[in-house]
């Protein structure tokens, strides 16, 4: 099975479309991710750009407005592909775009780019690093790549959102139907995010509803990815700060890798709820965090592909309240968000009837996170 590709043929969707109704809003938010990413808006004049699994274009729609010599975007889903045609093709500059309906894994040019972006598309997919390994391929000698990441913390709240989700439908029904038993009971938690800009029907069957077959890519997985070619630029959450003396970074004190891998694993547990940042933590109980994180990502994912086995439910439920006793002293509100979660659950589990949530409605990982990495000439 292909990651994304097959779900969204198969449906003949896109589900990735965003709130554009206020385009002001959506450049600021796109420059803010690009600030975060270190890419100065103006540098994109003249640049020669590329795009993998762009879906309908929308994020290519701000890209483009800062005047790039060329914009390809290459996606093997045919319907995001149209949209994206739809969606660009009155704007300006919409002749230097270029539609490429194909794999990312079967896509060879001898061209290299100054930008290289993908989005969404490298986390779950069946080897993210050497997917990530071949997209960043295409960056020239200096050259800037932007992927993103998820790992089992930042995941954790939409992994039991799915868990629960899985529970309750049934391989049978088709996607409409679904959606109809899911949006009324996560779209009121879907309507505590302020910054959401994805219709909640889309989020739903991007996030809960599309099967996860591939694995997760961590913020670390990506760097060690790359290490040997590129260098961490910029991260969105901007989590690291470099504090040392500018004229001791050269030759093999650059290390740019190194400072942001343990950024990473100090501030790892804020990535576990958006509403919340602490203070660095020990990086051993961080990263006792993430294989607890992980594991569960795992379960749920065998639970929902591998047949519907109580035993998985059960190991589920004994990390996460391994997880929650870390979290109690880290986050205290969201170790609460999480025994609402739990009691739930309990209650589904023995009852066949869903309680209300209330904590655990509000509760929202940081999801995805943004990578920018320089090709080092
Ligand atoms: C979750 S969507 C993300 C869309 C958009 N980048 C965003 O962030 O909103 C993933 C996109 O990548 C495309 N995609 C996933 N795997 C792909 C692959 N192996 N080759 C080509 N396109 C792929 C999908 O068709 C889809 O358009």
Redesign the pocket.
């Known amino acids: 099975m ?4 097959d779900f ?1 043929r198969h449906n003949g969707i ?1 589900p ?1 479309s965003q709130d554009i109704s206020d385009r002001q809003r959506h450049s600021d938010r796109r420059e803010a991710l690009y600030r975060h990413l270190g890419l100065v808006p103006a540098w994109l004049v003249g640049r020669r750009v590329i795009e ?4 309908s274009g ?2 290519a729609l701000y890209t483009l407005s800062l005047g790039p010599a060329k914009l390809v975007l ?4 045919p319907f ?1 592909l149209k949209a994206a045609r739809t969606l660009l093709g009155p704007e300006e500059g919409a002749a230097r775009v270029e539609y490429i309906e ?4 079967e896509f060879e040019r001898q061209e290299r780019y100054d930008l290289v972006l993908c ?3 490298i986390p779950f ?1 069946l080897d993210p690093p050497a997917f990530l390994r071949r997209v960043a391929g295409h960056a020239g000698a200096g050259g800037v790549v932007v992927t993103t990441c998820v790992d089992g913390v930042s995941m954790l709240a939409e992994t039991l959102r799915r868990l629960l989700a899985t529970l309750l439908t049934s391989p049978e029904q088709t996607v409409a139907e679904k959606l109809a038993v899911l949006m009324p009971v996560f779209s009121p938690h879907l309507a505590t995010l302020k910054g959401m800009s994805r219709p909640h029907e889309d989020w739903i069957l ?1 996030q809960l509803v599309q099967p996860l077959v591939g694995r997760l890519l961590s913020i670390d997985d990506a760097i060690a990815a790359l290490d040997s070619g590129f260098d961490v630029h910029g991260a969105s959450p901007h989590f690291f700060t470099d504090w040392r003396w500018y004229k001791d970074i050269h030759g093999s004190q650059r290390a740019y890798n190194d400072a942001a891998r343990g950024a990473y694993y100090r501030n790892l547990h804020n990535l576990l709820d958006y509403r919340f940042v602490g203070d660095p933590r020990p990086v051993d109980e961080n990263r006792r965090l993430l294989a607890l994180g992980d594991e569960i990502f795992y379960l749920v994912q065998r639970y929902a592909n591998e047949g519907r086995d109580q035993r998985i439910l059960d190991a589920v439920q004994s990390r996460l309240s391994d997880l929650v006793r870390i979290c109690r002293a880290a986050v205290p509100r969201t170790a609460e968000a999480f025994d609402d979660f739990q009691r739930v659950l309990r209650a589904y589990r023995a009852t066949g009837r869903l309680a209300t949530f209330e904590a655990f409605s509000a509760c929202f990982g940081r999801g995805q996170q943004y990578l920018s990495f320089i090709h080092r000439a």
């Open positions: 292909k990651p994304f590709v969204y896109s990735v993998f699994g762009p879906g929308y994020n290459v996606d093997g889903n995001g194909e794999m990312v894994e989005e969404g598309t997919q991007d």
